[in-house]
């Protein structure tokens, strides 16, 4: 918006008296915000009159519309919707229930990931929005291997409608990640009980899920509070803990399987993980 408020930039002070005098003589939109027609292009005009869901010939691409050859008009990706049985449309997750790998390297070091390595997503949003934008460009890192899928976050301070857009986008791409080879163990993430009833959608029941521990010490109560709402409404059958330290209650879930109980892991390169069966923290509501 440019100083005067206007959200026209042909009216700003900085344009030339002829830019704003011819602007008011096609349409007048630069004073008085009153539309012409007959100012739109007739290819636009011709368009206007189709169906709703045409994507218009000149941004058509060999990627079927969904990267437009005139830059990326999808920045919703609202072209590719996946099933879903929520009211809200958030997108079904297949469930993972292969072998886990002992490792999982963070995204920002997927290039030091080796064979047999898992990635985990587990950082900050801004380090993996690029793959938001455009997951084809980076389907070499993660095709055929275990990847904790992207955590958008949600805050206790955030309009609600915020965090369940980021509920959303970490299914959308988590299921997109699917369909592009990878191996998906989805990561859930919750703010305060308000977002309980969207922050389990999409999520199979019965399949492995995948947690962060970072903050749990601090915020212990909204933590085990999410992660008991999370067993009743999915009952996964494991769960995955990557980094962090594990409060009391959670370490002592962690089976024979589980290493460094309670240990604090390094945040920039992941080398160890906890998972345990899911009915372990059912059994220990109480404790």
């Known amino acids: 918006?440019?100083?005067?408020?206007?959200?026209?930039?042909?009216?700003?002070?900085e344009c030339s008296r002829e830019t704003r005098s011819g602007a008011q003589g096609r349409n007048r939109t630069a004073d008085t915000g009153i539309f012409n027609p007959q100012a739109v292009p007739s290819n636009a005009r011709a368009f206007a009159g189709s169906a709703p869901n045409q994507v218009p010939p000149r941004y058509q691409s060999s990627h079927g519309g969904r990267y437009p050859a005139r830059g990326r008009i999808d920045t919703l990706n609202t072209a590719t919707v996946y099933p879903s049985h929520c009211a809200y449309g958030i997108p079904e997750v297949p469930?993972?229930?292969?072998?886990?790998?002992?490792?999982?390297?963070?995204?920002?070091?997927?290039k030091r990931a080796a064979e047999g390595d898992g990635l985990h997503m587990f950082v900050d949003d801004t380090r993996f929005e690029p793959v938001w934008t455009s997951p084809d460009r980076y389907r070499r890192h993660f095709e055929g291997r275990v990847v904790c899928s992207a955590d958008f976050?949600?805050?206790?301070?955030?309009?609600?409608?915020?965090?369940?857009?980021?509920?959303?986008r970490s299914r959308w791409l988590a299921r997109t990640m699917y369909e592009l080879g990878a191996r998906v163990i989805p990561a859930v993430s919750w703010a305060g009980p308000e977002t309980f009833s969207f922050a389990f959608a999409g999520l199979a029941r019965g399949g492995s899920v995948a947690i962060s521990a970072y903050g749990a010490t601090r915020f212990e109560a909204a933590f085990r509070a999410g992660c008991e709402a999370m067993v009743v409404a999915i009952a996964p059958s494991r769960v995955v803990v990557v980094g962090g330290v594990l409060p009391e209650w959670l370490?002592?879930?962690v089976d024979g399987a589980g290493v460094g109980v309670g240990g604090a892991f390094p945040a920039r390169l992941v080398g160890r993980v906890h998972y345990f069966p899911a009915n372990t923290i059912a059994d220990r509501r109480a404790a």
């Open 1 to 13: 918006m440019n100083p005067r408020g206007s959200l026209c930039h042909s009216a700003g002070p």
């Open 95 to 110: 469930a993972y229930e292969g072998p886990l790998p002992s490792r999982f390297v963070a995204w920002p070091n997927r």
């Open 153 to 168: 976050s949600s805050y206790t301070d955030w309009p609600l409608a915020a965090c369940l857009w980021n509920t959303y």
């Open 251 to 253: 370490a002592r879930c």
